[in-house]
């Protein structure tokens, strides 16, 4: 699914000083895995999520994606890859304050030209896998902070994709609402959806089957879930 060949990100902060991302990356994903990316402020992770999620290009290196090649996509063509294979969910949860739950999930949908019988279906569908049935009416402002991003996770669902990238959803929450969201993730990785999120924290990270972690832009060690908790004395 997701295959990245030695990946180096580099560019220019002011005139003269070069900052190295990405050094080097390997790294491969198979389809329906459940990942975490994990490391220190300025160790690559976003970087490297940015290029998971055709955001951003590697300065070099190659990124298979489903077996094509995406490194030197025009931004048209990384757009719709983007609209076709990836959803995204963000610590914020960019929910527009005037809209309710339902056209919230929908609005993306529109954009991409779904009709609205076909978009109401969808987001009904999103809604309901999040556990959110019964706030398809609710305004942003009557919703918690975990429901919100369960609105968050449900829009990226409503356009059908076979990846999502979650870069630290629970950074706004509170730890009971980290865990039920982090519930959420579970069961829609083992529905096959591939699934890559972003955190700092260790209890956030410890849903996930594979943890990655990066420092100075390289990746220090790759674990599956039970190597982990042996590191971690669980």
Do not use: W
């Amino acid at each position: 699914m997701i295959e990245l060949d030695t990946i180096h990100k580099e560019y220019r902060l002011g005139k003269s000083t070069l900052v190295r991302a990405l050094r080097g990356v390997s790294l491969r994903v198979d389809q329906g895995e459940f990942v975490a990316i994990m490391g220190p402020s300025g160790s690559g992770k976003s970087t490297l999520m940015h290029i998971i999620g055709c955001l951003d290009r590697p300065t070099r290196g190659r990124y298979l994606l489903g077996g094509e090649d995406v490194s030197k996509k025009t931004d048209d063509e990384l757009a719709r890859i983007r609209n076709r294979q990836i959803g995204f969910v963000f610590q914020s949860f960019n929910l527009l304050p005037q809209m309710n739950a339902l056209e919230n999930v929908e609005l993306p949908l529109g954009y991409r030209g779904v009709s609205i019988p076909e978009r109401r279906a969808r987001a009904r569908r999103a809604l309901e896998t999040v556990g959110l049935a019964d706030r398809m009416s609710h305004r942003p402002s009557e919703l918690s902070g975990g429901q919100q991003q369960r609105v968050a996770i449900a829009r990226a669902l409503a356009s059908e994709p076979s990846i999502i990238l979650a870069d630290e959803p629970t950074g706004n929450l509170d730890s009971r609402s980290s865990d039920e969201l982090m519930q959420v993730f579970r069961r829609l990785h083992e529905s096959g959806i591939t699934i890559v999120f972003v955190t700092h924290e260790e209890e956030i990270a410890a849903h996930a089957a594979r943890v990655v972690r990066l420092k100075d832009g390289m990746i220090t060690s790759d674990q599956t879930l039970g190597e982990q908790r042996g590191v971690l004395g669980g």
